[in-house]
């Protein structure tokens, strides 16, 4: 059984939409300067930069090379990704890191929205395996569940 062109990554483009609100609802709950300050490990502001970071490597295959909140950052394949200035820091201001993921998201939405299903073939990045690259259909399906996870760690984040 087939599925019409497209089926796949309009069904992605919805579970992208729906985890990113998610997710922009649980920063959302970091008001003030609990936004900006790190607890059990990272601040609000840094878990935006990083899922921004990972949705755009993994998902837009951006190569540019200015990733600096990946958090494997002892990883040579990730130190090669951050020899430019990071475009955005922990520090900078909430609206811009915001604009920044929400732009990211809006990115990776309107490709699933226009993309038939074989724009799912072939690679991306991968820090973590051996040869560098992932299938992108995986990368997809992980993406969406790292996304998951740091809402959840957001949420632990801001009841401590």
Request: net charge negative.
């Amino acid at each position: 059984m087939s599925t019409p062109a497209g089926a796949v990554t309009a069904f992605l483009a919805e579970q992208f939409r729906s985890e990113l609100e998610m997710f922009r609802a649980a920063l959302d709950g970091a008001q003030g300067d609990a936004f900006h300050t790190s607890r059990l490990g990272h601040s609000p502001a840094w878990h935006a930069l990083h899922v921004a970071e990972w949705t755009r490597l993994m998902i837009l295959d951006d190569r540019t090379p200015n990733y600096h909140h990946l958090g494997w950052e002892d990883n040579a394949r990730v130190q090669a990704l951050g020899t430019q200035p990071a475009p955005f820091t922990e520090t900078d201001p909430r609206e811009q890191i915001m604009a920044a993921l929400d732009d990211i998201g809006a990115q990776v939405i309107a490709w699933l929205e226009q993309a038939d299903d074989s724009a799912l073939d072939g690679e991306v990045f991968s820090a973590a395996t051996p040869g560098g690259t992932r299938p992108r259909r995986a990368a997809m399906g992980m993406q969406l569940r790292h996304i998951g996870y740091h809402r959840g760690q957001l949420n632990l984040l801001l009841k401590s």
